[in-house]
């Protein structure tokens, strides 16, 4: 049977993944409950689709937006469903043992963990749709959309400037950072804790270049290399097989942007924590948009898992009207009925066949 998540009245202080007894964020994820009926998702009739701009070309107007639209999330009080801290409860909820039981999918002793196997990216896909459009709702504009961070592209390989303290209380600054890997450092798609400071940045672009060729095509020909082993009700997130992208440059770059100084890696480094990073949805937009691009690929074989266990998997948010909805993996895989897509670049990878 398929992950049905979660009964949210389940939900227990995190308690995995981090030591307890040093976390500068906290463990009591649970969202606020409701007593309103869980809704259905109901596709959204906006009149245009959100473009998710590459975040290396945005306009100064376009960051004034999306900085306000975040300021507008940190005024909001802790303890409401929008608020930036709630926002980040939802990745830790999820991904450290907030959930310890898959009580609503008739599993009562297993935690649920919406990483390391097939739930990474579409879990993913509806925790960004819903963030964005609770961010448009805060500054009343229903085309807005996020940037992503095009680190797949050259002329994207550095932290977003726009992320940098700027002398003016910067809402996308986060303290819990690398200093190391400040703009103009090259992000280095491979890291895994390790500045290799042979490495000239012309050797990283295309070391880069390389390892996403191997993770979007080589080591990515079937449904599962790519999402990631099958985890179904009653599976044990202890048996982790993971997705060629999981497991490579979308870890890699929580790594590198991560203060490895902090007990937990905070804030990129840890799932209890990551949310807190402005930067975490940036770089998620990223990771989604290799959902599309992988598809649209063309290779036989680049195409959701068929499973009904996959397809029927669901998961449940607050939405930008603050109703609780559930929602399913196959209502994500077209981004048109989410009425949002990406800006589109050139993608120099696809001619890195090593
Ligand atoms: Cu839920 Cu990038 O992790």
Redesign the pocket.
């Known amino acids: 049977a398929p992950i049905t998540a979660p009964d949210i009245s389940t939900c227990v202080p995190s308690s995995s993944g981090f030591d307890p007894e040093n976390t500068v964020r906290t463990k009591a994820c649970c969202p606020p409950a409701t007593s309103k009926p869980i809704k259905k998702i109901e596709f959204p009739n906006d009149r245009a689709t959100r473009i998710r701009p590459a975040a290396h070309t945005v306009s100064k107007e376009y960051i004034v937006k999306y900085k306000s639209a975040i300021e507008a999330m940190r005024c909001l009080p802790d303890d409401h469903r929008h608020s930036f801290v709630s926002q980040a409860k939802i990745?830790c909820a999820?991904?450290n043992g907030g959930y310890v039981t898959q009580v609503a999918s008739g599993f009562p002793k297993i935690e649920l963990q919406?990483?390391n196997a097939w739930l990474?990216f579409p879990?993913?896909r509806w925790?960004l749709y819903f963030y964005e459009r609770i961010l448009g709702k805060l500054i009343n504009d229903p085309t807005f959309a996020l940037p992503y961070w095009n680190w797949d592209n050259p002329a994207g390989m550095t932290l977003p400037e726009f992320f940098e303290e700027d002398g003016k209380a910067n809402p996308a600054f986060d303290a819990y950072r690398d200093c190391n890997h400040r703009p103009p450092a090259t992000v280095d798609l491979n890291y895994a804790g390790n500045d290799i400071s042979v490495h000239s940045c012309g050797q990283q672009i295309s070391t880069n270049m390389i390892a996403m060729y191997r993770q979007m095509v080589t080591n990515a020909g079937d449904p599962l290399s790519f999402f990631g082993g099958k985890y179904s009700a009653g599976d044990d997130a202890g048996d982790p097989s993971v997705g060629s992208i999981?497991a490579g440059c979308?870890?890699a770059?929580?790594r590198w942007v991560s203060n490895p100084r902090m007990p937990n890696n905070e804030d990129?480094g840890n799932?209890y924590s990551?949310?807190y990073d402005p930067v975490?949805y940036v770089?998620?937009a990223n990771?989604d948009r290799m959902w599309k691009l992988w598809k649209e690929m063309g290779i036989k074989g680049h195409i959701e898992p068929p499973e009904p266990d996959w397809l029927n998997a669901s998961y449940v948010f607050y939405n930008e009207n603050i109703e609780l909805v559930r929602v399913y993996n196959k209502d994500c895989v077209q981004l048109e009925k989410l009425k949002y897509n990406y800006q589109v670049v050139p993608i120099p990878w696809k001619y890195s066949r090593p």
């Open positions: 990745h999820y991904c919406i990483h990474f879990f993913h925790y999981e979308h870890a770059v929580h990129m799932f990551a949310g975490f770089h998620h990771v």
